[in-house]
Nanobody, 123 residues
Framework: QVQLVESGGGAVTAGDSLRLSCVAS?????MGWFRQAPGKEREFVAA????????YYSDSVKGRFTISRDNAKNAVYLQMTALEPEDTAVYLC???????????????????WGQGTQVTVSS
C-alpha cells in the first residue's frame, strides 16, 4: 500500500471550478477518485491507468470533470468544472497496483485510500 494525500477541496458556488490533487508516496499503477456524501455510499467519480490510455468517468461527471496524472510526481489530478450542488461530498483518492484485477471503476481495484478532501458547492 501507498500513502495518498489529497488537496484542493473547498467551498464554491455552482458553476465554479476546482482542481483536486493527490500525491502518492510511491509509484501507483491505477489511480482514481471516489466521493462520499453524508448518508450515501461511496461512489466512483473517475479513474486513470498508468499510461493514461484508459480514462473512466461516472455519467454524472462526464463532460465536466477531467482526470489526469503526472507519473514523475506520483500524482493524480481531478479538474472539476461547472460544479453543481450535487457534487458536494468528500472526495477520496484511491490507488492500486497492477496486480489487482477488476474494473478501474470498482473499489475492489484499489488497496490504498487517502483521507479525503471536502468539496462543498452552494447554489
Amino acid at each position: 500500500q501507498v500513502q495518498l494525500v489529497e488537496s484542493g477541496g473547498g467551498a464554491v458556488t455552482a458553476g465554479d471550478s476546482l482542481r483536486l490533487s493527490c500525491v502518492a508516496s510511491a509509484r501507483t499503477f491505477s489511480m482514481g477518485w471516489f466521493r462520499q456524501a453524508p448518508g450515501k455510499e461511496r461512489e466512483f467519480v473517475a479513474a486513470i491507468n498508468w499510461g493514461s490510455s484508459r480514462l473512466y468517468y461516472s455519467d454524472s461527471v462526464k463532460g465536466r470533470f477531467t482526470i489526469s496524472r503526472d507519473n514523475a510526481k506520483n500524482a493524480v489530478y481531478l479538474q472539476m468544472t461547472a460544479l453543481e450542488p450535487e457534487d458536494t461530498a468528500v472526495y477520496l483518492c484511491a490507488g492500486g497496483p497492477a496486480s489487482l484485477g477488476g474494473s478501474l471503476t470498482s473499489t475492489d481495484r484499489y488497496n490504498s485510500w487517502g483521507q479525503g478532501t471536502q468539496v462543498t458547492v452552494s447554489s
